[in-house]
């Protein structure tokens, strides 16, 4: 366990205002920012110190060169030192350097803050999704509206090109298949059920024929041509 004072707060007792109550957010936004940095600071050497012992001899590898990197998170930019040891006598490394944190850190920025950025990105325009994330989180001075812009492309970019996951090998069959079959049935012309049920309908009272009344006539004229008993024309 390890104890860090992160940072000090004060409120004057004279003079209190109802805005004094609590942290205000531009504090909170301070005090994330500073809890992240010591966190990956510790996160950082102890991922070096367990790396840093040869696996074959167990030889602790020596000290080269060192150089400050900064980090830009979803809760601030951090810094953190990035070292780079000599390779081990025995050529169990296979090169003359080692550098630990090479495909641990791979980019300048963490993936959850690209996937805020293309969350954001992708709901509204650039500029108000920057305003957005300088508001509440604790962001670096260095970014604008273009980074977001270019995390929003890369992780669209991405998606595009990422094959679907197949749930069965490409040379075995599913379990499963699906099959439609399709068929014609042809419409009878003389229906003697459809014309039984034409016939019962009522017909209009009033002198000017519809053109429902109009179709039904012309229906019982072609039963009456298929050798049906003739009908009499609805309203006469």
Known sequence: MKRVEVMRLHRPVEYQTPGDVGL???EGKSLLNRVQQEFVVEQIERFCASRRSC???GVQRRLHDSHCSELKTALGKVFYCRERWKACNCGADGSKY???????LTEASTGELRWLHAELGATMPYRQAKAIMDLLLPTSDRDNHVTIRNHTVAIGK??????PVRRWCKTA???AEL?????YVRRAR???KGQARKIAQKPRTDHRRSRSSSLLWGKLVSNHECGLPPCREPGG
């Open 55 to 57: 696996v074959d001899c």
């Open 24 to 26: 205000s957010l531009a």
């Open 179 to 183: 099959g439609i079959d399709v068929g």
């Open 173 to 175: 069959k599913p379990n």
């Open 98 to 104: 080692v550098s630990p944190l090479k495909d641990y």
């Open 158 to 163: 991405s998606i595009q090109h990422t094959q």
């Open 190 to 192: 003389c229906n003697r």
